[in-house]
């Protein structure tokens, strides 16, 4: 058994894995959890389909030596809340590091939602 990056407490292949190979996210915390592990796979195709088109970069790439990228260490989701029946916001705390630096703590309210019956991260919402 390999844990999910997510911090869900199970396995990669019960929890993000079947997301990323492309079952749709049952909710908007399921596809937040998805995109964490991700970007600690460095998986840049699974980011650009969960993706919401009118918001998503041209490319993503993982590109930069390994000393320059994040270590992704944590997700703590706090909360997450229904805004309607297609939208949904997710406010997490997500710890990485760079290289021997310290630990970094992003804290974000994040914007999701479904279309087709797939959740797609939107943006960041500022306050």
């Not at 390999?2 to 997301?19: I, K, N, Q, T």
């Not at 650009?48 to 992704?72: C, I, M, N, V």
């Not at 705390?93 to 290289?99: D, N, T």
Request: charged residues 30%.
């Amino acid at each position: 058994m390999v844990a999910c990056p997510c911090g869900s407490g199970r396995d990669y292949a019960g929890c993000c894995g079947p997301l990323h190979d492309g079952a749709p996210p049952h909710d908007a915390e399921a596809s937040m959890r998805s995109r964490y592990s991700a970007y600690v796979r460095e998986d840049a195709a699974y980011l650009l389909r969960s993706w919401h088109p009118t918001t998503r970069p041209g490319e993503l790439s993982f590109d930069a030596p390994k000393t320059q990228r994040p270590t992704w260490l944590k997700l703590d989701v706090l909360r997450h809340v229904a805004i309607g029946v297609d939208s949904a916001e997710v406010e997490f705390v997500a710890r990485y590091r760079i290289g021997g630096g310290s630990v970094v703590r992003m804290r974000e309210r994040s914007r999701f939602v479904r279309e087709d019956g797939r959740w797609l991260y939107l943006e960041a919402v500022q306050d």
